[in-house]
């Protein structure tokens, strides 16, 4: 592939790998050193426009030219409500890179996924896996008091970035997702000092309390909790449940127990309220941005380009999807035959090329949709909890792009305290006798924690 793409646009690529662990870092050293390569994978959120500003202003980073000439990149960039909110002084110094994972809305793919087959043997299956939260957690209790998975059911348990989640469906006052102001009669507030927040860390205690989560859960590192989902030990599971994930607990679950019927098996809750709607967020529909340097030549900018338009475009996309024709692939009567080689549980295997020049332009989430490794009831399970969210079905807690990229100094600071919250609230989660003290001790928390929220609020209302 990087042949093809050497000859067809006459360049020469040298690539630099960086790990994940080190990735930011790197990056940051070789922008601070004067060493940043021609382009560089950064991942780049609204707190860090201020500096993405600095590194602008003094001409370490190249505009990205009109759009005009790339009709493919133009196509990305109107498909990202942010992009404009990333112009420093109006130019654009950022590419975001669109996710592609979610072709119908807005809606974070997050959710709580079940063994419905469980919920048949001790007699709680809903029709269309919908359950108030009473009948979940009453699910949940038999899980654990009746051990459907015969391994002693852990009943459920929330990976560590989506921890709180349950709680939303009782009053959506907690979520990393979207930042923890709204306003309240006029003026911003911040959302974990109201009242409803303190009704969800009671009810999340009480849950604790109850045994109905996984009891070392607060301890227990994310793969840990999918291993023990995907092995039959675990009842539920909130994650972040995208085509390419369920797939493959699919096919670790099929390891485990080759008579598996996985359709039949694993659902995703479509879990209501008190009010008899589903809680979720909006999500910024693009992560992680391509900078380019600032003493790149304008020709070698217009080569970078034209490469990744190109990838986007029809030609493009099917290669980096399916490979080389007459290699990986051929056309027959209009239609693609897959040439690819197959493992040893029978599964095609995608060609591994490294010249991944179109995820320079976005993430590729749209592949899982025609990965022919994925059976259609997994790409529905998926597709109708995104689909059944509808603004009359459920609440779902907008993206203020206005307030996520406010800019104050007290804001790009702290921002929401975030963090903070979370890890106080799975403190007290594992720790109060009970709702008064669970109460109590947030309580308190709260009001230490004024003092440096107040600073945030008091710019966020100064600039009503």
């Known amino acids: 592939m990087y042949k093809i793409l050497a000859k067809k646009f006459n360049v020469e690529v040298d690539p630099v790998e960086i790990s994940w662990d080190t990735w930011e870092q790197q990056a940051n050293t070789w922008i601070a050193g004067g060493d940043m390569p021609d382009a560089l994978d950064y991942e780049l959120k609204p707190e860090k426009m201020e500096i993405l500003g600095e590194w602008a202003d003094q001409g370490i980073l190249k505009e990205i030219p009109s759009l005009d000439k790339y009709p493919n990149m133009k196509a990305l960039y109107d498909q990202i409500p942010e992009a404009e909110h990333l112009k420093v002084n109006g130019k654009l110094y950022a590419w975001p890179k669109l996710r592609g994972d979610n072709p119908y809305n807005s809606i974070d793919s997050k959710s709580i996924a079940y063994r419905r087959d469980w919920a048949e043997k001790v007699g709680m299956a809903k029709e269309n896996d919908e359950y108030t939260i009473d009948e979940f957690l009453e699910l949940l209790k038999k899980f654990k008091d009746e051990d459907p998975g015969g391994q002693g059911t852990l009943p459920y348990s929330e990976v560590s970035y989506f921890f709180g989640y349950i709680a939303n469906s009782q009053y959506d006052k907690l979520t990393k997702d979207v930042l923890n102001y709204e306003k309240k009669d006029g003026k911003f507030v911040w959302i974990p000092a109201q009242p409803e927040a303190v009704e969800n860390v009671k009810f999340l205690n009480q849950m604790y309390r109850d045994g109905l989560f996984w009891k070392d859960f607060y301890s227990t590192d994310d793969g840990t909790m999918i291993d023990y989902f995907n092995a039959g030990k675990l009842g539920a599971l909130t994650n972040n449940w995208t085509i390419g994930r369920i797939n ?29 709607k589903m809680f979720n967020t909006e999500y910024a529909n693009w992560w992680s941005a391509m900078l380019f340097n600032g003493q790149m030549e304008d020709a070698k900018m217009d080569r970078l380009m034209s490469i990744i338009d190109w990838m986007h475009g029809e030609e493009g996309t099917r290669m980096d999807f399916f490979g080389i024709e007459g290699k990986d692939y051929k056309m027959q009567d209009g239609k693609m035959q897959l040439l690819w080689e197959k493992n040893e549980n029978g599964d095609l295997v995608k060609p591994a090329y490294k010249a991944q020049f179109r995820y320079m332009g976005s993430l590729g989430g749209e592949f899982n949709m025609e990965d022919p490794n994925v059976p259609e009831y997994v790409k529905n399970l998926y597709l109708n909890h995104i689909k059944d969210q509808t603004p009359e079905a459920a609440n779902i807690r907008k993206r203020d792009l206005d307030l996520v990229y406010f800019k104050g100094k007290n804001m790009t600071k702290y921002v929401d305290f975030a963090q903070e919250t979370f890890d106080e609230i799975l403190q007290i989660t594992i720790s109060a006798k009970g709702p008064e003290d669970a109460e109590s001790k947030y309580t308190k928390w709260v009001e230490s924690m004024m003092p440096r929220v107040q600073k945030v609020l008091d710019e966020l209302n100064s600039s009503l």
């Open 248 to 276: 493959d607990t699919r096919k670790s679950m099929i390891e485990v127990d080759p008579n598996l019927d996985f359709e039949k098996a694993v659902g995703i809750v479509k879990l209501k309220g008190k009010d008899g």
